[in-house]
C-alpha cells in the first residue's frame, strides 16, 4: 500500500446569497466558488493499526477526532468497514497554509483530500460525483472542495454547476491573525436580523438560483471580463459581520481604496480578498496594504485563481 501527498486549495466566495432556510435548518444559498492556489499539503499514509491519527504542528488544528480530515476518514470506515478491515487505519499529516477559521475553507479541503486520499489507498475505484455524496455529510463547502476550479453553488452549497474557468486572475488576501468568525452564528445573526423576509417556497428559491445561472456576474466570469467581475462580487453575510466586527469593515474599506477589480469578504469571513488582474497587480497591492495598516497582527497572502481540486502534490 502506498502514500500519497496531496495538495488542498482554499476557495474563495465571488458571490454568496442567502435566499431562506431550508427544512434541515440550513440556509438555502447561491455562491459562486473559486479555487486558488492557496493550498495545505495532506500526505495520507496506511497505518499498520486500524486508528486513525492526524498530525498537524498548527497551533489552531486540532489533532482530535473533532478535525474535518479525522472525520472524513472516520466516514470512511463506516462507509466501507469490510475494505477498511483489509486496509487498517490512516496516518494523516496536515502541512497548514491556509488561515483557520478564515472563511477559505481550509478545514473543508483538508477533508475532501482525505476523501480523495483514502479512495485511492484502498483502491475503491469512487467517482467524483459519488464522492461529493460522500462529501455533503461532512460539510456544505467539502463536495466543492473536491474538485475544485469555478462553480456556481446551490441547495446548501452541495449541488455543483461547473463554470468556465479564471485562471488568469487573481487575488491578496488578508487577515487579522487572531480573529474568528463562527459560521454557524454569521448564519444565525443574518437570519434574525433578515430572516422575516425569507420567502418560504421552493418557486422562490428555484428562481432566485436561476436569475444568478443566467445573471450578469456568471455573463462577466464566461466572457472573462475581470473588471465586471469586481464590480459584480457580493456576499450577504458582509450585512452582519462587518459591523459587529470593525476591524473586518476597516480592512474592506482599506483594501478597496487601494485599487484592484474588487474587493469583498469570503464565505463567513474575516478573511477580506482584493481581485487582481494579475499576480503582480496583487504583490503590489500586498506590499501597499502592509505599508497602509502596519500592524503585525495582519496576515498578508497573494494567489492566483485556480482550475484545480485536490490533486497530486509533484
Ligand atoms: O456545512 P457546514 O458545517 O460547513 O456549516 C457550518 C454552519 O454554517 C452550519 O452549522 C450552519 O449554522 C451554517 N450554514 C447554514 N447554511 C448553509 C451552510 C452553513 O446555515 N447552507
Not at 441547495?155 to 488578508?174: H, M, N, Q, S, Y
Not at 463562527?182 to 417556497?201: C, H, I, K, L, N
Not at 469570503?266 to 482584493?274: D, H, I, K
Amino acid at each position: 500500500m502506498r502514500s500519497y501527498r496531496l495538495i488542498a486549495p482554499a476557495k474563495i466566495n465571488l458571490y454568496l446569497e442567502i435566499i431562506g432556510m431550508r427544512t434541515d435548518s440550513y440556509h438555502e444559498l447561491v455562491m459562486i466558488l473559486q479555487s486558488i492556489d492557496l493550498a495545505d499539503l495532506i500526505e495520507i499514509r496506511p497505518s499498520v493499526t486500524d486508528a486513525i491519527k492526524v498530525y498537524c504542528e498548527h497551533p489552531e488544528v486540532p489533532c482530535t477526532p473533532d478535525n474535518l480530515a479525522y472525520k472524513a476518514a472516520s466516514l470512511m470506515q463506516r462507509q466501507f468497514p469490510k475494505i477498511a478491515a483489509n486496509y487498517g487505519g490512516v496516518n494523516i499529516f496536515i502541512e497548514k497554509h491556509i488561515p483557520v477559521a478564515a472563511g477559505l475553507a481550509g478545514g473543508s479541503a483538508n477533508a475532501a483530500a482525505v476523501l480523495v486520499g483514502i479512495n485511492m489507498i484502498w483502491e475503491l475505484g469512487l467517482t467524483q460525483p459519488e464522492l461529493r455524496e460522500i462529501a455533503a455529510t461532512l460539510g456544505s463547502d467539502v463536495p466543492f472542495c473536491i474538485g475544485g476550479g469555478t462553480a456556481i453553488a446551490t441547495g446548501r452549497g452541495e449541488k455543483l454547476d461547473p463554470i468556465p474557468d479564471l485562471t488568469t486572475l487573481a487575488v491578496v488576501l488578508a487577515k487579522y491573525r487572531s480573529l474568528s468568525v463562527s459560521t454557524p452564528w454569521a448564519y444565525g445573526a443574518y437570519r434574525e436580523e433578515f430572516g422575516v423576509s425569507y420567502p418560504t417556497d421552493a418557486q422562490s428559491f428555484l428562481k432566485r438560483s436561476q436569475s444568478v445561472h443566467s445573471g450578469p456576474l456568471v455573463q462577466a466570469i464566461v466572457s472573462r471580463d475581470g473588471p465586471q467581475i469586481g464590480k459584480l462580487l457580493h456576499n450577504d453575510l458582509e450585512k452582519v459581520v462587518c459591523p459587529e466586527y470593525p476591524q473586518v469593515s476597516h480592512l474592506r474599506q482599506t483594501m478597496a481604496s487601494l485599487g484592484g477589480l474588487g474587493t469583498m469578504m469570503s464565505g463567513s469571513g474575516p478573511t477580506v480578498f482584493t481581485l487582481c488582474a494579475s499576480l503582480e497587480e496583487a504583490q503590489s497591492l500586498k506590499t501597499q496594504l502592509i505599508n497602509e495598516i502596519a500592524n503585525p497582527e495582519l496576515d498578508v497572502w497573494t494567489a492566483k485563481l485556480s482550475s484545480s481540486g485536490i490533486h497530486l502534490a509533484q
